[in-house]
């Protein structure tokens, strides 16, 4: 069962995102922004990062930034969403979705970026 970690500062994004991943055996923590998603990220092993990119306080390009410049973090793959068009080019996300997310595109890229993660380097 995959751990997910959505963020998002919009309530009734979480709990559709939520109802999405339950529904596909995953297990589900959520944030409203993203100093609250490093929090849980510091106590409990995740298998993905779902994050909206423009939220108040820690966003999800600096929440990114911060994971991917942690050698404890780096490793989790983050799935950036907006409803921007266009995505940061300064942030080394691993997948980008742009709002509103169709569920079964959520879902694939989730599994694919997870799928990926296990996949050997070599």
Not at 17 to 22: D, E, F, L, N, S
Request: glycine share 6%; hydrophobic share 50%.
């Amino acid at each position: 069962m995959k751990t997910v970690l959505l963020v998002d500062d919009d309530p009734a994004t979480i709990e559709a995102w939520t109802i999405c991943m339950k529904d596909a055996e995953c297990a589900v923590l959520s944030a409203f922004d993203g100093n609250a998603a490093l929090a849980i990220l510091g106590e409990t092993r995740v298998d993905i990062v779902v994050s909206d990119w423009v939220m108040p306080g820690l966003g999800g390009a600096l929440l990114c930034q911060t994971m991917k410049n942690d050698a404890a973090l780096a490793h989790i793959p983050f799935l950036m969403i907006s409803g921007h068009p266009h995505p940061p080019a300064f942030v080394s996300y691993d997948g980008y979705l742009q709002k509103p997310v169709d569920v079964n595109t959520l879902l694939a890229a989730v599994n694919r970026l997870c799928a990926a993660k296990q996949r050997p380097l070599y």
